[in-house]
């Protein structure tokens, strides 16, 4: 049996056009040369919001403030598991040393960046959970200062759950603003900021060209393209949590594929039969988001076995991948391209986006296939060191003499050469490259 496409996608999710890559290349050139300024002009433009950018405390605490205790609880709640989840992270980097070599001892250091700039959308969603999931990995890994940066809304400013989310967490400064204004602000240190090693965290199409753009001088969580979503469904699934959970994640907006993969044809035209009611009971703006998703971007495949629906869900390397079927452990194993994976409907993505702990910055667009989403790891330099005893070092010198003439690199022979004359006079060594 070949797969069946019971439904198929009629567009393909894009991001970086050439408008957008335009646009964003002379906001940044401008900003880079006009600085404070140039950056608040912007602002007053697209956020049309002409108010403090760098919040003081006492706006973070009459923030703060305005947020009922319930969600007080359950920000801190979704912290707390963030947080030690990055903890069990960070702990799986160690700082090693070994001797290669009798009297040669190589290692490596994990090194925080110092400085961490981290974007919280706050367009059409305030994104409370990427305030927790950028500011806290960031804090558990060590950097020393880290700013949080949200787009204000006009007249109002930054949403206050995400000031008391991104204080709680251990932002050093909240920056009220968006877009490429914003990001260009964190990169290139102004407002008396340091300039940021490493930008973090989702955006609109503009931030996530501003990011691809000056990655390189500065570093990055990943290139993101829209979110997506992929549910493996056996005939033991429930269609009606199966249906839920595209259409959750569907509403992210309108180019945000969702693909269903199942070997029981029934579950998928039951499934398919239920998406629309679903959507069509959603808020509005959500409905009119996870309609287009739906119709230009989901995808129902029905595969022969499990083995083949294992197969296409690895080829589409999805960010999220749900897994309700029977035999979990089979799937923990077999699966190997995701950024995140949920096993079981006792579980969601939701969950993941929200408060269980992982990170919901996560590899889109494919990406999945060769990284994975944000961690203390992505904070963190992996350095490397080593020394010697002058003895140790001969046979690595002899070594890299020969090795580096063979190359035509007679420098690099050289550099080993002086330390063999130095360290053992009267000694011969054939440092040529033939034998």
């Not at 950018?53 to 305005?66: G, M, P, R």
């Not at 691809?212 to 493996?232: C, H, K, N, Q, Y």
């Not at 994640?249 to 039969?273: I, K």
Request: glycine share 8%; proline share 4%.
């Amino acid at each position: 049996m070949t797969r069946e496409y019971l439904k198929k996608a009629t567009l393909t999710s894009a991001s970086g056009a050439s408008d957008v890559h335009d646009t964003v290349v002379t906001i940044l050139d401008d900003i880079k040369a006009g600085g404070d300024a140039k950056a608040m002009e912007y602002a007053a433009r697209f956020d049309q919001y002409e108010g403090n950018v760098l919040l003081t405390q006492a706006e973070i605490e009459a923030a703060s403030a305005l947020v009922p205790e319930k969600l007080k609880a359950d920000i801190q709640f979704a912290h707390d598991n963030v947080k030690r989840f990055a903890e069990l992270q960070k702990s799986t980097v160690a700082d090693v040393e070994m001797e290669i070599e009798p009297g040669y001892v190589a290692g490596q250091k994990a090194i925080p960046v110092d400085a961490a700039g981290c974007y919280v959308p706050g367009g059409r969603y305030s994104h409370i959970a990427s305030a927790i999931m950028t500011v806290t990995t960031a804090k558990v890994a060590g950097c020393k200062h880290i700013t949080a940066c949200s787009p204000p809304r006009p007249g109002v400013g930054v949403a206050p759950a995400i000031i008391y989310a991104a204080h709680i967490c251990g932002a050093d400064k909240i920056l009220a603003m968006g877009g490429v204004q914003g990001v260009a602000a964190m990169t290139y240190g102004l407002f008396g900021l340091p300039k940021a090693n490493i930008l973090v965290g989702p955006g609109n199409q503009f931030v996530a060209e501003a990011k691809r753009i000056l990655f390189g001088s500065v570093g990055i969580d990943m290139i993101a393209g829209p979110t997506d979503s992929l549910v493996l469904a056996d005939k033991h699934a429930d269609p009606h949590i199966v249906a839920t959970d595209l259409v959750s994640q569907a509403e992210h907006g309108y180019n945000s594929p969702v693909w269903l993969v199942t070997d029981d044809r029934a579950l998928a035209e039951d499934v398919m039969a239920r998406v629309p009611g679903l959507i069509e009971d959603l808020p509005q703006l959500n409905r009119d988001n996870a309609f287009a998703a739906w119709r230009d971007y989901a995808e129902v495949i029905v595969c022969a076995d499990r083995v083949d629906m294992a197969k296409c869900s690895d080829e589409y390397a999805p960010e999220h991948l749900t897994v309700m079927a029977e035999d979990l452990d089979w799937w923990l194993e077999n699966l190997t391209c995701y950024g995140s994976l949920f096993l079981g409907e006792e579980t969601t993505v939701s969950y993941g986006d929200k408060a269980s702990g992982t990170n919901h910055v996560l590899p889109t667009s494919g990406a999945a296939g060769y990284t994975g989403g944000l961690s203390v790891h992505k904070y963190m330099k992996i350095v490397t060191w080593q020394r010697a005893t002058q003895e140790a070092s001969k046979d690595v010198a002899i070594a890299t003499a020969r090795i580096s003439r063979l190359e035509g690199m007679e420098g690099h022979a050289r550099a080993a050469d002086v330390r063999l004359a130095k360290y053992f006079p009267g000694e011969n060594f054939d440092l040529t490259a033939e034998g």
